[in-house]
């Protein structure tokens, strides 16, 4: 008998014939002699729908009622998971994330998990009942109603694991796994069977969305054996790997895109110590998220430094540099919003060396031009015009041989 | 400087204009100075809407998992009202029965309230705050979200102003008073200014239908000063009073009816102790509520016994007492749904006489057959056929003089 945390989002429960399907995939889990525990999300559209009623009553909506109001969503899907598994013979219980104490910091909208009270849920356990738990919401100290952010299913989920020390954490989504590549750009990307924690890592933070980030540390941190499988097919889905496998890792596992990129490079600044903080301290005050940074030092004392920012964030970022190129004696500022991000990720790459020179060369021999560069151990990244991202992510699809399992490559 | 609980319904609350037309009356309020607690319904639907959604799923579906449910429609409000509240420069928050420590029993779906924990609600007034509170939810011992039942918000708003030892709780809904009759019935029926708590008790149980009357019984316990009012028009409405006035009281306050009355003889019985409870005692255990009771002894060791249910339980009724019927050695059962009850009702009857033999002769006068009668201290209740309920109707109120104000009756 294993222990299993299933998570299902906003469009596996979008209907009454979605929640009744998804009552019968617990059914079969539980039939397997399986404890369990099922997150769920609201109904898809149900957010969207109540923070059109906020937006309409005050636009500028305090983020503590929004909680409350918002966090309404899960709550009714928990209760109706529960009707449609009791109708199908299982005793359930639905809970709040309140109700099992997912207590959490008071940053409203998107709060921290700081612990879990698991006894309630282990009680219902060991009566034999399914606990389902609203997701994506928790209460603070104080006992106000907080919501994790967009996507936090997915960390009350994984989070619950680690407290029940659960065998497998489960969420269903809309892809059946994660793949080496966007399908819809490359047709014959292949699904993975496995992947490990630091690769998920870099690929969900680049723009495989499949899984909240945030998710994936928790995942990390606590070693939750994490299964992202599709809730409309069946199929074994993607496993998250911690232990790296005695077989040799294919060089690259995947490719991570984001077209939502923009790019600044502040021009010929007198190169004095403290320059970059000076530049982007002010962007993180204004909660901009800087990706890339590159910073080039040129042989007249002076130095260019660009960087990457999401797009909807170019407008504010250029007009708070161009105040402080002035202050800091720079040249210019400038700004080119049609870009995207590249990146191979791959555990493999460690111990390969020629990963960089055969992307570069396989990208350069398209005719695309490489804008900006950074790398880590397991990734390279790299941006390029927008208008080439797709040619891109097929070509280096094709040059990694990603559409072969790993053995072949 | 007054402490205000003000309670409005599901009508009230129906749109995103309906909630900005309550943040403007709590604003008003507010302005005058007073300490301002507010109870909230669900938007008028949403609480259909989502039992609509629950049947889909499973026709028998949980009670607990309703409570779950439905709670929901109450907290989509709190927020909302909050949101309106702050764009109006009001420093509001919001609660849900849980949050406020709102202790029932568990009995779900028409919990009853144990006790209110306020110092949350206290602490938040002393700062300034208005205090938003989710009508009609609670948890029990074990934080199980609870609901009253149908209009339990005005227990609520009751309960919470008997908690805080409020100075007046107001009750708006979609009428404008206590009326001395149904206006759609009597167009000359006069609101009333005040009325005894005991009157109101009388009325409300009578199929006047303003104020839920749990809450009034609860209002009456604690002597919470009471006002029924509209929240779609100005004016002072109606206040239930506990003292009794000094003045003289009118005789006859108002006339409450109820269409949904069906009557059941049982003809003929032998008469022997325990009859009564050998016939109710089923029908009690089939949840069917009784209402009047008459018994006739006849001169030959036989007696009758009629009684009046909702119209709705006639069938269900009728098929318990035919068996038992037999059992006893009856001769018959003879159910009639077409009946009304009419009830005329005034602490002043106390002290004066020939109330009841001029409710009699003005329907007499009118040739309208009264079936049953029962009476108490201050209500005298007839049944008659439905088709005649009107005409009683208007005709008591012309004999009572009831559209003119107390001192000309």
Redesign the interface.
Known sequence: MALIVEKYGGTSVGS?ER??AVADKVVHSRNNGDEMVVVVSAMSGETNR?LG??G???P???S???D??V??GE??T???L???L??RGLDA??Y?G??VHIRTDNTHGRARIVEIDDARVRRDLRKGRVVVIAGFQGVDEE???TTLGRGGSDTTAVAMAAALGADECRIYTDVDGVYTADPRIVPDARRMEQITFEEMLELSSLGAKVLQIRSVEFAGKYKVPLRVLSSFEEGPGTLITYEESKMEQPMISGIAHNADEAKITVRDIPDRPGIASKLLGPIADAHINVDMIIQNVGTDGNTDMTFTVPRSDLVASMELLQELAVELGAKEVVGDEGMAKISVVGVGMRSHSGVASKMFAALAGEGINIQLISTSEIKISVVVEEKYMELAIRTLHKAFNLSEAAAEQ
């Open positions: 009454v929640i009744n109540l009623l906020a309409d009553i005050n500028e909506a305090d503590r009622e929004v409350v109001l966090s309404t709550q009714v928990i209760a109706l529960s009707m449609a009791h109708r219980r639905s709040t309140g109700q006992g106000n109603i």
